[in-house]
């Protein structure tokens, strides 16, 4: 028997799924979506700030690997996305799932949406692929810069 309408074979999306009663689930997850989102933004500008400062002061951790690796591929993925004109999923996971909660949605992407209501500035596309691709780089020049510590501890 069908969950929710859902066949065996997946052939109807999950979204069509939710129903008017379970309507609120889908704004609260929105918003579960949009503070995921908000924190892996907050994650790649802060985690450049850390890096530079952290060196600074000899701070070990900030030049450990994983910190390093996951920072790199974070600011990675937000430079080919506006590479390649893509619109992040979490952006269209989260206003998909407002849509279904007859909650307001937004056009464009994350970062753009809010930069544009914290500065009253509208901008075309391209300015915010160079400010990625700029600030990309200067992720790239730090990791030149300051080098993560990659290599593996080997118990002895």
């Given amino acids: 028997m069908p969950l929710y309408g859902l066949t065996v074979d997946g052939a109807k999306d999950?979204?069509?799924a939710i129903t008017m009663e379970n309507m609120n689930w889908a704004g609260n997850l929105a918003d579960v979506v949009l503070t995921l989102h908000f924190s892996?933004?907050?994650f790649v500008v802060a985690g450049l700030f850390l890096v530079i400062f952290g060196?600074?002061?000899n701070?070990?951790?900030v030049n450990n690997r994983w910190f390093r690796l996951a920072h790199i591929g974070a600011i990675g993925v937000v430079m080919a996305e506006a590479w390649l004109g893509v619109t992040c999923p979490l952006t269209t996971l989260e206003m998909r799932l407002r849509a279904k909660a007859n909650?307001?949605?937004y056009s464009g992407g994350f970062i753009e949406h809010w930069l544009q209501h914290l500065l009253y500035y509208e901008a075309p596309s391209w300015v915010f692929v160079l400010g990625?691709?700029?600030f990309g780089l200067l992720v790239l020049a730090t990791w030149c810069y300051f080098p993560p510590n990659l290599k593996c501890r080997r118990n002895k």
């Fill in 59 to 61: 701070w070990l951790w």
């Fill in 40 to 42: 892996i933004a907050a």
């Fill in 132 to 134: 990625y691709s700029l």
């Fill in 103 to 105: 909650a307001t949605t």
């Fill in 55 to 57: 060196n600074l002061c």
């Fill in 14 to 16: 999950i979204f069509d």
